[in-house]
Each structure stands twice: as structure tokens, then as C-alpha cells.
């Protein structure tokens, strides 16, 4: 069948007794069923639907799949014909799933909500796109490789609520934790909250596989995790996103001052700006203020309503004043050479002898930037 079709054609394929022709004729049909494709007059189309949807109800599975198989990338397939294959067997319907524009977001949250839907679930995720609504019921079904697939489609609508639900309930998948790490964009409080529970998981290992004492693990595991934190901090995130970041790192604990001295000398003063409002329970303009205000009576206050160790006051102030003079070079590797700069001139500073830092605070700030350049 190569050239027109006629109702003559409809009454032979539907009396044909064996199945691999009725395959192989669908197939042939299928083939020039395509507005873009000249072979079709509109009268001819109007047969071929007539014949698709005989087809979609014809008793040999193998037909199904011939049909869904030609059909799945079809753009202007007759929604009913779509919506047939999506909801029959798996081998039918999944590649109707994957790839036909022509379902709707309810057909596919229907489809995902069926019985029995852990492939057809899978096969949704792989889809080009997804919209969110579509993503938040995936979420919602509970099949971890279809979330894990989800999670890694690039195509993926995932807001930030979405990708907070997946950690919380798929928080022991490796596969999905996996599929997070390795997805190209992810708001850095996201992305904290994946560092802190990979590093918990790795901080157990450590200490069962490696004979380390519980204390040497944790402090290892800190260490490496604010150093992945500090390299998540953009230095073109907005306020907002700061402001998310540090409010999740403090209802967590996490908002160390470790963490923020840490992200002072690789030259994050709005880091540095959103974390001291937090803790001073101030507005972010208010902070600002105060830590910039001329002389050092306004970090002094600010720091010391936001209950920061007084040890590492001299520093924090010395941090700022030079963040205010330095910048990043804008050449290769920019980021480490800035942080070389930061920490040679903070140890020139202490060696002022009208500094006010003990020997004590020194060492204590010594072993700080020691595990800085770690």
C-alpha cells in the first residue's frame, strides 16, 4: 500500500487473518500519515483514522505496537488515538509516553495515577519536557527510578519546592541523590542540603569502615563540607537566593563561623552580609550598614549581637576592610590567587604589633586558615 487509499482498503486489512500483515500494513500506513508528508490527501487521512482507531482496539498486541511504534512522534495524531495507546499495555503504550506531543499534562497525571504504572511512570520521566505539574506528581508516586530518571532529564521542570521534596523522601535512594549531584543547575540551597546529607552518610563510613573516632570523622566531614558550601555561593546570586541559603543553613545548625570566615577570605562579603542579618536578627540593608559604617563601631555591633566568637573579631574586621579594597583578577584560577591575597595580608595585619590579638587568637585563626588551604 504505496499509493492512495480507499474504504476498500479498510474492509482488507480489517478480514486479513494474520497478524504480521496487519503489522506490516499498519506500519506502511503509519508511515504516510504526516501533514508534512505530501503522499496524503486530506480525504486519505480522514481513512487513515478510521483505520488507526480500528487498529488501536485490535486483539494482537503486536498491531498495537506496529501502530504506537509509527505513530509516537506524529504531532497532529487525533488526541483519542494518542490517549489509546498511552493507556494500554506497556509495550504499546510506552513509547507513545515518551515521545507523542500530543497528550496533555491531565493524560499524563491520569496515566501516572493508573495501577500498575511503574514503567509507564519511568517512560513519562524520559519525556523531552516535563512540566511542573507533571513533575510534582511523578514526585508524588513513590518509584524511585522514575524520580531519579526525572531528577536527570534536563528537560524537567523542577522548582525548588519540587527538588526539596525529592531530597526529603527519596533521601536514602542513591540513585537519585546521584541523579541530583550530577544535574547541571541547582539552587545552591538545594544543593547544600545534598552536600550536608551525602557528607552525614559519608561521615558514617568513615568511622565504620576506616576505624576513625567519631570526633576525627566529624571534624573531616566539616571541613569538607563547608568547603563544597563556600564553592556553591555565587557571586551573582541575588539577595533572595542568600538570604534562602543562610536562613537554611542556620535553622540547621550549619551557619558556623567556621563557614562564614571560611567564606570571607574566598571573598564572599554578601555571604558574609546575609549571615550576619541572620544571626542579628536585622534586616540585610540594616546589616550592610552597620558593617560598613566608617570606623569598626558598627561591625563590632552587629557582630557581636549576632553572638560570634570575639576571637575572631580583629579578623572578620580585617577580612572586610580588605574585601573592600580587593577583587577577583578575572584571569585563570583567579578564585585561589584571591584567597592567597586575603590570607597573606590578614597575617601581615596580626603581625602589627598595635594588633589587639592575642597569641592564642592568632593560633586559633593559624589552624582556621590551615584547614582554608586544605
Known amino acids: 500500500m504505496t499509493g492512495h487509499l480507499s474504504q476498500s482498503d479498510v474492509a482488507r486489512l480489517m478480514a486479513d487473518p494474520s497478524p504480521a500483515v496487519r503489522a506490516q500494513t499498519t506500519s506502511k500506513i503509519a508511515a504516510q500519515y504526516d501533514r508534512k508528508h505530501p503522499r496524503m490527501t486530506d480525504a486519505e487521512r480522514q481513512i487513515a483514522e478510521e483505520i488507526f482507531r480500528k487498529l488501536a482496539q485490535d486483539a494482537e498486541t503486536?498491531?498495537?505496537?506496529?501502530?504506537?511504534?509509527?505513530?509516537?512522534?506524529?504531532?497532529?495524531?487525533?488526541?483519542?488515538?494518542?490517549?489509546?495507546?498511552?493507556?494500554?499495555?506497556?509495550?504499546?503504550?510506552?513509547?507513545?509516553?515518551?515521545?507523542?506531543?500530543?497528550?496533555?499534562?491531565?493524560?499524563?497525571?491520569?496515566?501516572?495515577?493508573?495501577?500498575?504504572?511503574?514503567?509507564?511512570q519511568v517512560a513519562i520521566a524520559q519525556r523531552e519536557t516535563v512540566s511542573g505539574a507533571v513533575a510534582d506528581a511523578l514526585i508524588d508516586t513513590g518509584n524511585e527510578t522514575a524520580v531519579a530518571r526525572l531528577v536527570a532529564n534536563e528537560g524537567a521542570q523542577l522548582s525548588e519546592d519540587a527538588l526539596g521534596r525529592v531530597l526529603?523522601?527519596?533521601?536514602?535512594?542513591?540513585?537519585?541523590?546521584?541523579?541530583?549531584?550530577?544535574?547541571?543547575?541547582?539552587?545552591?540551597?538545594?544543593?547544600?542540603?545534598?552536600?550536608?546529607?551525602?557528607?552525614?552518610?559519608?561521615?558514617?563510613?568513615?568511622?565504620?569502615?576506616?576505624?576513625?573516632?567519631?570526633?576525627?570523622?566529624?571534624?573531616?566531614?566539616?571541613?569538607?563540607?563547608?568547603r563544597a558550601t563556600v564553592s556553591l555561593l555565587s557571586r551573582g546570586s541575588s539577595d533572595e537566593e542568600l538570604e534562602e541559603l543562610v536562613f537554611q543553613l542556620h535553622v540547621n545548625g550549619r551557619l558556623t563561623a567556621s563557614l562564614i570566615m571560611r567564606a570571607l577570605c574566598v571573598g564572599d562579603l554578601s555571604f558574609f552580609e546575609a549571615a550576619m542579618a541572620r544571626l542579628a536578627n536585622v534586616p540585610l540593608k540594616n546589616a550592610r550598614m552597620l558593617i560598613h559604617d566608617e570606623g569598626d563601631l558598627g561591625l563590632r555591633s552587629i557582630y557581636q549581637k549576632a553572638k560570634m566568637p570575639p576571637r575572631l573579631l580583629a579578623a572578620v574586621n580585617t577580612a572586610v576592610t580588605i574585601l573592600e579594597e580587593e577583587d577577583y583578577d578575572g584571569g585563570r584560577n583567579d578564585r585561589e590567587r584571591f584567597v592567597s591575597r586575603v590570607i597573606e595580608r590578614l597575617l601581615t595585619q596580626f603581625e602589627d604589633p598595635s594588633s589587639t590579638m592575642t597569641q592564642d587568637d592568632i593560633d586559633y585563626l593559624m589552624s582556621k586558615l590551615h584547614q582554608l588551604a586544605a
Open 62 to 120: 503486536r498491531v498495537r505496537e506496529a501502530l504506537a511504534a509509527n505513530l509516537k512522534t506524529t504531532a497532529d495524531l487525533p488526541h483519542d488515538i494518542a490517549l489509546s495507546l498511552a493507556q494500554d499495555v506497556d509495550s504499546v503504550a510506552l513509547p507513545v509516553l515518551k515521545f507523542s506531543e500530543v497528550l496533555t499534562d491531565d493524560d499524563l497525571i491520569a496515566i501516572l495515577r493508573s495501577e500498575n504504572a511503574d514503567a509507564k
Open 168 to 226: 526529603s523522601d527519596y533521601d536514602e535512594s542513591e540513585a537519585v541523590s546521584d541523579s541530583l549531584a550530577r544535574r547541571s543547575q541547582l539552587p545552591a540551597s538545594i544543593s547544600e542540603q545534598l552536600v550536608a546529607a551525602m557528607s552525614e552518610k559519608l561521615q558514617d563510613y568513615l568511622v565504620s569502615k576506616h576505624n576513625l573516632s567519631s570526633d576525627a570523622a566529624s571534624n573531616l566531614i566539616l571541613q569538607t563540607r563547608e
